[in-house]
T-cell receptor
């Protein structure tokens, strides 16, 4: 059974204080690993898809990396507007999606 | 605004009842996905439709069913509702059958009393 865990559960950073969020997964056959951002009461917003170990993708202050068992979302010099819940999900070759519980990020000014 | 619309925004009903949630995908998107998000279970994939056909099934209960119509809008039917069905229900859409960018709607908040 596919499983996704995320750590930490919550993270408070000062503006400009870089950090990383972790997503650990077990999946029968990884078709893709996804990162989403979700603001309270809203639908998730797509950030990245990673397909194979060693792959990296960047967007503004965010950088996602992938190994065979985990993915990291690195946040460089975060701003208060980066505060949100970050969700990680895996998709297997059966087209099923499994989401992690998320990491609640708060960036204080 | 993702371009995906969901109605109604809020729905309050009683146990044992049946409700229908509606989703209109972005213009040009052929795939529709349904998700349930509750506090204790997180975001769970329910089902995917592509151009009217069911393509993938996740943790969808037998009391729940969905369909996608020729105009590509989709409906999620929830019957014999239980208290535990209270959750946010999201619809997402994508262009193709296996594309990586899903655009999520604003969700329907269902409360079962």
């Amino acid at each position: 059974e596919d499983q996704v865990t995320q750590s930490p559960e919550a993270l408070r950073l000062q503006e400009g204080e870089s950090s990383s969020l972790n997503c650990s997964y077990t999946v029968s056959g990884l078709r893709g690993l996804f990162w989403y951002r979700q603001d309270p009461g809203k639908g998730p917003e797509f950030l990245f898809t990673l397909y194979s170990a060693g792959e990296e993708k960047e967007k503004e202050r965010l950088k996602a990396t992938l190994t065979k068992k985990e993915s990291f979302l690195h946040i460089t010099a975060p701003k208060p507007e980066d505060s949100a819940t970050y969700l990680c999900a895996v998709q297997d070759y059966g087209q099923n999606f499994v989401f992690g519980p998320g990491t609640r990020l708060s960036v204080l000014p | 605004d993702s371009g995906v619309t969901q109605t109604p925004k809020h729905l309050i009903t009683a146990t044992g009842q049946r409700v229908t949630l509606r989703c209109s995908p972005r213009s040009g998107d052929l795939s529709v996905y349904w998700y349930q998000q509750s506090l204790d279970q997180g975001l769970q994939f329910l089902i995917q439709y592509y151009n009217g056909e069911e393509r993938a099934k996740g943790n969808i209960l037998e009391r729940f069913s969905a369909q996608q119509f020729p105009d590509l809008h989709s409906e999620l039917n929830l019957s014999s509702l239980e208290l535990g069905d209270s959750a946010l229900y999201f619809c997402a859409s994508s262009v193709e059958i296996r594309t990586d960018t899903q655009y999520f709607g604003p969700g329907t908040r269902l409360t079962v009393l």
